[in-house]
C-alpha cells in the first residue's frame, strides 16, 4: 500500500523537493539564479517526460520504491547530513567562486565579493575580503553562494582583521575600496623579507624610511609580481593612493614611514587573516583535522588536479591527528622561506636523492627557524606522495605551497595568448640582441 501511495504521489513530491533544494535560501545573487533556474527548468523537462510515458502498475510501484530512496538520498545530499560532505549547491557554488578566484581578473572578483554597493560603486566588507582570498575547502557548512554569512552571524572572527584595516581606511567607514583591494592582496602575496628589499632601492638617504611619494614608488614595484595586482586596469593615481595614509605618513603626506613600522603593519595583517582561516576550518575544541589541514592545503593547488587531491584527502578523514593553531602559523612562517625550501629540495632532486621529512624538517628548521611537527608532516607527505613510497611529488609540492605562501594570488590572470605574445617579444628581443653586431 505504501508503495502504491507513493507512486501516484512521486511527481508532486519531486516537485516538492525541487523547491525545497532551490530556494532553501533565497539570498543568492544574478550568476546564482541563472545556475539554479537551469536546475529549475531541467526539473520541468524531467516532469513532461514522465507525464508523457506510460508506465504499467509493477513499473509504477518499482519506481516508487526506487523514488523513495533518492529522496532520501537527495535530501541527505543537500541538507549534507552525510558529516562532513558538502551539498551539492555548495559543491556547485564552490568549485565556481574557486574558478573566479584562480581565473578572473581582479575587477570581476572584486565585483563577485563586494556585497555594499553604493551607486554604481562596491566596497567590501573585511569579511568579504577574507571569502574573496579563501579558497573553498569542499567541506560542508563552508562560506559559499552568500556574502560573508558566517562572519555576519559572528563578527567577533573578523574583529582582529577590522582593527588592522582601520589604519588604512582613511575615510573611517569600515569598507574597503578596489584601490584597497589590490594593495591588501599585494601586502599578502610577497613575503616581507622582498619588502625590505624594495624599501632599501627606494631609500635615496639611507636612513631606512621613505617619503610618501617614495612608498609609491616601492608598491608600484610589487605590484610588477602580484599577478592579481598587475592584471589590474583600474586608475593608475587611485591604485597608487591606497596605503598613503596620515598614521604612517601624516595629514599632509609629510612625514617618512620607516621599515619596522611597515614591517610591524605586514605581521599584524598575515596573523589576522592567518587566524581567521584558520577559525573557519577548526573545530569546538580549537584544533583541525588532518583531512581538513589538507583540504585546505590543497585548495590553493590547481584546480585540473582537485580530483586527485580529493581522492587523497578523504582517506585522512579518520587519521587521529589534530593541527593547533600554532603548527598551522609555523608552517606558513616555513613559506617566507619557500625559495630556500625549493633551492634544497631541487637540490636533492637534481642529485636523485629522495626529499624525506627529516630532510624536509631539517631544510624549513635552517631556512626559517621552524621545527615542524610530527603531524604537520606526516599530512604533507601524505598529501604529495602520490605513490606512497616515502617520496615528495616535487612539481606538485612547490606549486600548491607557492599558492598558500601567496594567500592564492601567484597565478597569472592573463589569458594564455596574451602570455604567448609576450613570449613572442622577448624571443624576439633576445634574438636581436643576438645578432646586434
Keep these: 500500500i505504501f508503495i502504491i501511495f507513493m507512486s501516484g504521489y512521486w511527481n508532486h513530491i519531486r516537485r516538492a523537493g525541487s523547491r525545497c533544494a532551490i530556494y532553501a535560501r533565497p539570498q543568492y545573487n544574478m550568476v546564482q539564479q541563472r545556475q539554479f533556474h537551469g536546475l529549475q527548468s531541467s526539473a520541468r523537462n524531467t516532469n513532461r517526460n514522465e507525464q508523457k510515458s506510460n508506465s504499467t502498475y509493477w513499473n509504477s510501484a518499482a519506481f516508487a520504491v526506487g523514488a523513495v530512496s533518492t529522496v532520501f538520498f537527495t535530501y541527505q545530499h543537500f541538507t549534507g547530513k552525510e558529516g562532513n560532505t558538502p551539498t551539492y549547491k555548495e559543491q556547485i557554488f564552490g568549485k565556481y567562486e574557486n574558478r573566479i578566484r584562480e581565473m578572473s581578473a581582479p575587477e570581476k572578483i572584486f565585483e563577485y565579493f563586494a556585497s555594499v554597493k553604493n551607486g554604481k560603486e562596491s566596497f567590501m566588507t573585511p569579511a568579504d575580503f577574507i571569502r574573496a582570498i579563501t579558497p573553498y575547502n569542499y567541506k560542508h557548512g563552508a562560506d559559499v553562494g552568500l556574502n560573508g554569512s558566517k562572519f555576519n552571524e559572528n563578527p567577533k572572527i573578523i574583529d582582529p582583521l577590522k582593527e ?3 589604519i588604512i581606511d582613511q575615510d573611517g567607514d569600515g569598507l574597503i575600496s578596489f584601490p584597497e583591494f589590490i594593495f591588501f592582496s599585494t601586502l599578502l602575496s610577497i613575503p616581507v623579507k622582498y619588502f625590505h628589499v624594495a624599501f632599501n632601492l627606494f631609500d635615496e638617504d ?28 583600474s586608475d593608475k593615481d587611485s591604485i597608487d593612493a591606497a596605503g598613503v595614509c596620515p598614521l604612517f605618513f601624516g595629514e599632509k603626506e609629510d612625514k617618512e614611514l620607516d621599515f619596522d613600522t611597515f614591517k610591524g603593519f605586514l605581521i599584524q595583517l598575515r596573523d589576522a587573516v592567518l587566524k581567521i582561516q584558520f577559525t573557519m576550518i577548526a573545530e569546538d575544541d580549537g584544533t583541525v583535522s588532518a583531512r581538513d589541514y589538507a583540504m585546505n592545503l590543497a585548495s590553493y593547488g590547481n584546480l585540473r588536479n582537485m580530483s586527485d587531491y580529493l581522492t587523497r584527502v578523504e582517506k585522512l578523514r579518520n587519521h587521529p591527528a589534530r593541527i593547533t593553531f600554532e603548527e598551522y602559523h609555523a608552517f606558513n612562517t616555513v613559506l617566507e622561506s619557500l625559495s630556500e625550501i625549493n633551492f634544497a629540495l631541487s637540490s636533492f632532486v637534481s642529485m636523485g636523492e629522495p626529499f624525506t621529512k627529516s630532510q624536509l624538517r631539517r631544510a624549513a628548521f635552517a631556512a626559517a627557524d621552524v621545527k615542524l611537527s610530527d603531524d604537520i608532516l606526516d599530512v604533507v607527505f601524505f598529501l604529495f606522495d602520490k605513490d606512497g613510497d616515502g617520496k615528495l611529488d616535487y612539481h606538485e609540492f612547490v606549486g600548491v605551497l607557492e599558492g598558500r605562501q601567496s594567500f592564492g594570488f601567484s597565478k597569472p590572470r592573463d589569458s594564455g595568448f596574451v602570455r604567448f605574445a609576450s613570449c613572442l617579444k622577448h624571443c624576439w628581443e633576445d634574438e636581436n640582441y643576438n645578432t646586434t653586431p
Design 164 to 166: 588592522i584595516l582601520q
Design 206 to 233: 639611507g636612513n631606512g624610511s621613505v617619503s610618501a611619494q617614495e612608498f609609491k614608488a616601492v608598491m608600484r614595484l610589487l605590484r610588477q609580481s602580484n599577478p592579481l595586482a598587475k592584471a589590474q586596469r
